[in-house]
């Protein structure tokens, strides 16, 4: 469909507006969740440490993947792509550093939940700052390289947004697709399956079991339940900048 205002090949008016309404609820409630944990972060002191400085990469990256939704969710309620084919190739871009940047933290988090459990040492800030800077540049180089012709971005079958164009099969994208998996997919979910398990077998010698899930989430608002809003410190800063009465008490400091 692209630029054009006729519905897609093999798709209803219903279906591409479905399409769309679930995007925007992904998208709106994606944002919400993820903007409270930035929001708690920045405001609530006690949260500035160097493991919540990846619950906030974490967060970042979720808010981009709703941003991306939300630009998907208004072109299908469009019924048309109106940004063209260089807003394609950036609306691709965009989304896929962001989803590479969630899994990536998602990993990054295991790793310094495994740190902080099984050496009960805190987490350095330089330490946390490497982490995170690497994040964000290995997802970034990943998702240019099908900008500079290794993969390649198109619209989905819809025509409402854009992503790795995953219809080729030619040794090109294949080459890309098997060797972006491998270093962004497998080795992340190595390193969290690791790190958790080997966290699981710690707590469980000294009689303190309590392991988070093994699987890193990549759903912006499975991961602002998972990993922020379910921790209890994160909870009160929450609480403290959505109450009038913890507001006060920043001021006053």
Known sequence: MAESGSLPTGFGEL???????????????????????????CKTPELRTPTHLLVLSLALADSGISLNALVAATSS??????????????????????ALASICSSAAIAWGRYHHYCSRSQLAWNTAISLVICVWLSSAFWA?????????????????????????????????????????FFVPLFITFISYRLME????????????????KTVPTINAINYALGGEMVHRGIWQCLSPQGSGLDRAR
């Open 144 to 184: 240019a390289l099908p900008l500079l012709g290794w993969g390649h971005y198109d619209y989905e079958p819809l025509g409402t947004c854009c992503t790795l164009d995953y219809s080729r099969g030619d040794r090109n994208f294949t080459s890309f697709l098997f060797t972006m998996a491998f270093f962004n």
């Open 15 to 41: 279906e591409v507006l479905a399409v769309g309404m679930v995007l925007l609820v992904e998208a709106l409630t994606g944002l919400c969740l993820n903007s409270l944990t930035i929001l708690s972060f």
């Open 201 to 216: 077998q710690k707590l469980r010698k000294t009689g303190h079991l309590q392991v988070p899930a093994l699987v890193a």
């Open 77 to 98: 309620l469009l019924r048309r792509w109106p940004y063209g084919s260089n807003g394609c190739q950036a609306h691709g871009f965009q989304g896929f550093v962001t």
